[in-house]
């Protein structure tokens, strides 16, 4: 995964906000990553920018040896389906459908057989402490439920990167640690590269690096294994202040 020079502006009225002015990161092994910052420092930016989701108005945006940046419309959707898997603060579940359905959802547009992939989605509901909830609707689950259900569906095709947007930012202080612990298995189970957005230091100390964003630039990055949330916490500080 690597960005190059990217920048990104977006105009609110009559009003130019330029969200990035040349980030650049490169991830080169699998792991857990966090991107963290201040409100407004480009964190979610980046983020969408990697799945697809937005354009750079100049730089590269490299993803699976991929150049996310220079995608059509057509191929941007088959790779946010197949390539990555994007999971969001809102998990965005479909109401009337059960927690299994959602989960097949995606591959049932992708016009997959079905028994397959109702095997692979019951497994990955497993595989998240939900088996005996595939046939509940969303409404029927808890929060942190919702969300793994959210996770496993984003798990559907074996991306090999995961992409969270504040994933625990409606759970609870025990359920975003339980969530955390269950992306960073993930992650070391199935050799794959999650990136996350967070606040949080304490989730952030479950990931292998910490990259720093203020102002629309990486400001720094730091190994964050082996350290506690209050030292983490100052290291992100530290790096905001070196920010220009």
């Known amino acids: ?18 969200a990035l002015r040349g980030a650049e990161l490169t991830i ?7 991107i963290m910052g201040p409100s407004g420092s480009g964190k979610s930016t980046l ?10 108005d100049a730089g590269t945006v490299e993803v699976s040896g991929q150049r996310v940046d220079r995608m059509s419309e057509r191929e941007l959707t088959l790779f946010r389906r197949r390539t990555v898997g994007v999971v969001f603060q809102q998990h965005n579940l479909i109401p009337t459908l059960s927690a ?8 049932l547009l992708d016009r997959r057989d079905r028994r397959e992939l109702e095997r692979r ?19 029927a689950l808890s929060g942190g439920e919702q969300q793994r259900v959210g996770i496993a569906r984003a798990l559907l095709f074996s991306p090999g990167v ?6 625990t930012g409606n759970l609870d202080s025990a359920n975003s640690d339980h969530m955390w612990r269950l992306l960073h298995e993930l992650a070391e189970r199935q050799r794959m590269t999650v990136v996350m957005v967070t ?31 209050v030292e983490l916490a100052h290291r992100t500080h530290e790096c905001c202040g070196t920010a220009r």
């Open 121 to 139: 989605a019951s497994g990955l509901l497993a595989d998240l402490g939900l088996h005996d909830r595939g046939h509940h609707r969303p409404d």
């Open 1 to 18: 995964m690597r960005v190059v020079g990217v920048r990104k502006s977006y105009r609110i009225g009559a009003r130019v906000v330029e």
């Open 47 to 56: 983020l969408h920018l990697l799945a697809g989701l937005d354009r750079p």
């Open 162 to 167: 995961l992409l969270a947007d504040e994933p």
């Open 199 to 229: 606040h949080e230091p304490a989730a952030a100390t479950h990931c292998r690096r910490v990259f720093v964003i203020r102002d629309g630039v990486v400001a720094g990055s730091f190994e964050s294994e082996g350290i506690d949330a």
């Open 100 to 107: 299994l359905d959602n989960v097949m959802l995606p591959g």
């Open 28 to 34: 080169e092994q699998p792991g857990f990553y966090a």
